[in-house]
């Protein structure tokens, strides 16, 4: 007997197959996309057009399975963080960030990371493993339905324009789930997303930018930094295995691909460490002659034990002057949900040891703004 399947692993391929291997037609998973994801009906039964047969057999053999929350934070500026429990004691956050002409949610892909960049806190914590294609779609079903009822939007919009993969983890590190999860989010049966509106944020990963390019093209930030070898393999150890003469490579060819003609280089800004006017220039001279590019600047989230400080504002500001003059267009991250920690570049910040409702020892990482100049223009 066929073991029942979480519908929301799967993209359209994945479901017409596995729907046709019991001799249910292709158009039939069409049907069911649309109730999952564009209308959140999890009830077989209320999926009307679905023939009375292929309902009784979905209630045999498939479920819809969300995340359980384990907290949900509003902000007074409309931001929403939810946690989810994912099972032995892990936790993954995503944030909904509300803005005029969007409304982003931010993913995450990794329950911990193994990347251990020094200033993220999810680093901090280790890998603990991969999220599922499921677990990853969990979070945009799950987010997308509960603002669709709350903002009182009728069948058919949105509530969801734009989505980040900066939440926990490295999203290229998991590709096999990442992939068909970026499909679904693509496919107009179901949430209909243009490649420009989704994002991939990747700490570096050189041979799955060339794969992600090949396989599904989205929009690409790059956590860089740090203008120089030296010092960004001290922030972002992966630069040891990719230099940045190989990630810049990689960033290149993937242009020819990217539904957007720049890259966006995430830059979290350390007082004293990569903040000054010395790493701005060495910066623009590092870039000089190579691609279009657009550097977003996060003032650096402090969580306990690291060591490392948020630079002063104007720090931050001469640092985005100088690369104004030079034509470079940067824009500074905007904090947004200080009130629930949810403020800082990423999922950093207070790391919470706490005890669910369910007895299991939760790791919470507040979480993220996650606003990328990658989202605009
Ligand atoms: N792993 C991927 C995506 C998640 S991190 C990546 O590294 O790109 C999303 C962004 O938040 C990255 O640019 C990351 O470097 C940044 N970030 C991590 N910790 C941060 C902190 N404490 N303060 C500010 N930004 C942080
Ligand atoms: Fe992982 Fe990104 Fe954090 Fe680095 S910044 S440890 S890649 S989540």
Redesign the pocket.
Known sequence: MTPTANLLRFDKDALVEWLGAAGHKAFRARQVMHWLHQRGVADFEAMTDLAKPLRGWLREHACVQALPVVTEQRSRDGTVKWLFDVGAGNAVESVFIPETSRNTLCVSSQAG?A???SF?S??AQGFNRNLDTAEILAQLWWAEFTMRAELGLADGERAISNVVMMG???PLQNYAALVPALRVMLDDDAYGLSRRRVTVST?GVVPMIDRLAADCPVALAV?LHAPNDALRDQL?PLNRKYPLAELLAACERYLAHAPRDFITFEYCMLDGVNDTAEHARELIALMQGRFPWKCNLIPFNPFPGSGLRRSSAQRVAAFAATLTEAGIVATVRKTRGDDIDAACG??AGEVLDRTSRRGARVVAIAASDAVSAANQG
């Open positions: 990371c990347m251990a960049c993220c999810t680093g926990m983890g490295e700490s956590s972002v990423q999922l």
